[in-house]
């Protein structure tokens, strides 16, 4: 389990002290190591937000089901389904805001087997994966759109065999921003992409391994967080200049970075990059330094994800990159990656408007 992220749910705000605290759920830990030591444990963005969710409601059982266990908020107890004798006590804290820390590191990549980069533009990412999408169903309202990339987070989550109520909440999430402008549409996608929840790396793992079996059940979403960038309400949060993002490199895999400088590459899945330099380089041994120069950008997400201390940039699936230089850091003892994200004008158009 996770960090608590909050997505539906009013910041609740300390008029004396005008610092914004937002509530988080935790679950008390036996602890093996010391009996004198009570440990609580943050529950996943998604489950505190499931929990949050019943315990705002005024009506009806106080219950919120996660996968494995159900919580008790008459009781404040988390209860094991296999074993109801196995109970474990919650609370609600309210927490600043700018002092959340989010227990995985979401800006250090997993590789595919094809290596950091892809050669081929066209055959995944932006066109390979979203726009066959959107190839196919053009004719869709944004209602449509919406509940197709519900139910295809269902279906995958079920495939994949995933916790049915996360997926569920997400869906209906989704359901929500029916009927509702662009601008909110957007926002639900982002705050859905930045919790921590199987789903951005379920369409993250999707696009990486340009995974065409679902094209259908996972384009639907990938496409309407793709539109974020091109939505005109979020201009002012687009962002240009250098952030970082790290990642696992082998030998092999640092030496074909080498000889790839002066080309051009591109990314399939959408990045989560960083303005800060000491949170990308966590957990890593190489560090992407990316300077953004794309015509819109990249997307701050800082004002709609709990986390704003991790400053995130989001780079949208498909993003061409010119690899400009690969040096070795021996203070750091890490592979240095400065490369362009940029428009091209010829092979690589995967940012042109849609």
């Known amino acids: 389990m996770g960090c608590v992220v909050v997505a539906n749910v009013q910041n609740e705000q300390d008029t004396q002290n005008q610092t914004f605290k937002v509530p988080m759920w935790y679950w008390q830990e036996d602890s093996w190591e010391t009996k004198e030591k009570t440990i609580w444990r943050r529950y996943q963005d998604i489950e505190s937000a499931i929990i949050e969710e019943v315990y705002e409601e005024r009506n009806g059982p106080k219950v919120a089901n996660l996968d ?5 908020l008459n009781e404040y107890a988390q209860i094991s389904r296999r074993n109801p004798t196995k109970q474990w006590k919650v609370k609600r804290e309210l927490c600043i805001r700018a002092d959340l820390v989010r227990e ?10 094809a290596g950091p980069f892809y050669d081929v533009p066209t055959a995944g990412g932006y066109h390979g994966f979203i726009k066959a999408w959107k190839a196919r169903n053009e004719h869709r309202s944004d209602n449509e759109s919406l509940e197709l990339a519900a139910c295809g987070i269902i279906f995958e989550a079920v495939r994949d065999g995933k916790d049915s109520y996360q997926a569920e909440w997400l869906a209906n999430s989704l359901r929500k921003a029916k009927d509702s402008s662009i601008e909110n549409i957007s926002i639900t996608c982002i705050k859905l992409y930045t919790m921590e929840s199987f789903l951005y790396k379920m369409i993250n793992d999707a696009l990486r391994d340009n995974d065409q079996s679902r094209v259908e059940t996972l384009g639907p979403f990938c496409y309407l967080l793709f539109q974020t960038h091109y939505d005109k309400s979020l201009d ?5 200049g250098v952030v970082y993002r790290g990642t696992v490199l082998d030998d092999a895999m640092i030496e074909k970075c080498k000889a790839s400088v002066g080309e051009w590459k591109c990314w399939y899945n959408f990045a989560s990059t960083s303005r800060n330099r000491a949170l990308a380089e966590e957990f890593a041994n190489t560090l992407f330094i990316i300077d953004i120069k794309l015509a819109r950008g990249g997307l701050s997400l800082e004002k709609y994800s709990m986390y704003e201390m991790e400053k995130e940039v989001l780079l949208p699936a498909g993003v061409p990159l010119r690899i400009d230089q690969v040096e070795y850091d021996n203070e750091k003892q890490k592979h240095l990656i400065y490369v362009t994200a940029k428009t091209r004008d010829t092979a690589c158009k995967s940012l042109q408007l849609p």
């Open 68 to 72: 494995k266990y159900y919580i008790d």
């Open 236 to 240: 002012k949060h687009q962002l240009w």
């Open 104 to 113: 995985t590191n979401r800006f250090v990549d997993s590789q595919s087997t």
